[in-house]
């Protein structure tokens, strides 16, 4: 705490305004509360759809949050936070590790983690043929106890537990869990772990095949009842379990007719953190760079985030945690959030469970949306993987490439 008071006074700002870019409109209600206790240094928000791409145009912008900053190509336009991390600074000790590593994507730390996701998995308790492990459900928990509650009149699925199908997201988080690691290797390119892939999509495969019946079947559920949402057949108890980020968790909780309850998806020794982190850093071309470290001091502190988890609660802001997910600061996830939630006590999952993608392209919501994850329905549905993961993700390249060139 005590850097900010010396970067904040004895007239070193003048009144003209740190810019904020962002895509992120729950943002205004942290600007809000920083300009009202600060008399020297101004905070202005601007919304932008595509933040990051004031790191390649000089647009004004001194300090950015968005999930797209992790990049190499992003990393090198960003300033170091390094100083930051220093004694009357921020602690190292209270970011969550693997988090605070994936800001630093050549090995120098140009960006904070705000806030993060997890993939949730939501049931009702009662409908479970084994006790759940206390935080997370692992696969194999998932894939064993929803066959168990499959069942089939005249060759037909009427009740089906899970499937990897329903939830285009799953696929992709279950070959993470698998140990494909897709990350960035160089500028925009995306590698993985090609034997680690190749089991996961024949464990996928073999899964829909062999305990859910094959695609046929498969279709003929979801054709004849996926048309509701899914927390309608979870109390219909068509369904046993289905996928939602933890930014919905608590809303979707409240919404069940049900007693309905929740874990995390796991694999067999990790808890999946969500691929778009919310990140924060400031610009090389900023020329407020004291006052863009000054505004990052103010909001990395345990105080403040508590005091934003409050003021949202008072002013019914809508809005899960810390921008829509769990914090980056331990402190404020261990001890702050079962205070407002308290569904959550007890179910926070410990820095060492914790599996961080990445680090990732700044592409990479279309290239999941538009190659991977249709490549991984088409080699789940099929009898083989098919062979062309590399050459859809070089077309994919070269098409972006063509359109950013207009």
Same mark, same amino acid.
């Given at each position: ?104 994507? /050549?090995?120098?730390?140009?960006? *904070? ?8 998995? *939501? ?51 279950? =070959? ?26 024949? !464990? ?22 996926? !048309? ?13 379990? !289905? ?11 409240? /919404? ?84 407002? !939630? ?52 070089? =077309? ?11």
């Amino acid at each position: 705490m005590g850097l900010l008071p010396a970067l904040t006074g004895c007239g070193l700002f003048t009144r003209r305004p740190l810019v904020l870019c962002t895509d992120r409109p729950e943002l205004a209600s942290f600007v809000e509360q920083f300009n009202a206790r600060q008399s020297d240094l101004r905070v202005h928000l601007r919304y932008q759809q595509a933040p990051e791409e004031a790191l390649h145009r000089n647009q004004g912008v001194d300090l950015l949050i968005s999930t797209r900053l992790a990049g190499s190509g992003e990393a090198r336009a960003l300033e170091s936070l390094e100083d930051l991390l220093r004694p009357n600074g921020l602690n190292r000790e209270d970011f969550y590790a693997p988090l605070l590593a994936a800001g630093a994507p /050549e090995r120098r730390q140009v960006l *904070l983690p705000l806030s993060f996701c997890l993939p949730a998995v *939501l049931f009702l308790p009662y409908n479970l043929a084994e006790t759940p492990p206390n935080l997370a459900i692992p696969l194999d928990f998932l894939r064993r106890n929803g066959g168990q509650y499959n069942q089939r009149v005249r060759d037909a699925l009427v009740r089906e537990g899970f499937s990897p199908l329903w939830d285009p997201a799953f696929l992709l988080a279950a =070959a993470q869990l698998g140990g494909a690691r897709f990350h960035e290797e160089s500028a925009g390119s995306v590698q993985w772990n090609d034997p680690a892939l190749e089991e996961s999509i024949a !464990y996928l495969r073999d899964w829909v095949q062999t305990t859910n019946g094959g695609t046929q079947a498969e279709r003929a559920f979801a054709d004849r009842y996926l !048309y509701l949402p899914p927390g309608r057949l979870l109390d219909e108890k068509r369904i046993q379990f !289905y996928l939602l980020r933890s930014c919905d968790l608590l809303r979707a909780l409240e /919404e069940q007719k049900e007693e309905a309850d929740f874990r995390w998806l796991a694999g067999p020794e990790k808890v999946l953190v969500g691929d778009e982190v919310l990140f924060a850093g400031i610009p090389r071309s900023s020329r407020r760079k004291a006052q863009a470290r000054a505004f990052l001091l103010w909001l990395f502190q345990g105080e403040t985030q508590t005091r934003l988890l409050e003021i949202g609660r008072r002013q019914r802001l809508g809005v899960f945690g810390i921008a829509g997910g769990f914090s980056g600061l331990k402190s404020v996830n261990e001890l702050a959030f079962p205070q407002y !939630y308290p569904r959550l006590i007890g179910r926070i999952p410990p820095e060492e469970l914790l599996q961080v993608p990445g680090p990732l392209p700044q592409a990479w919501p279309e290239i999941k949306a538009q190659v991977l994850i249709p490549w991984l329905r088409e080699a789940v549905n099929g009898p083989s993987t098919p062979a062309d993961l590399e050459e859809r993700l070089k =077309a994919a390249r070269s098409a972006r490439s063509r359109k950013q060139a207009f």
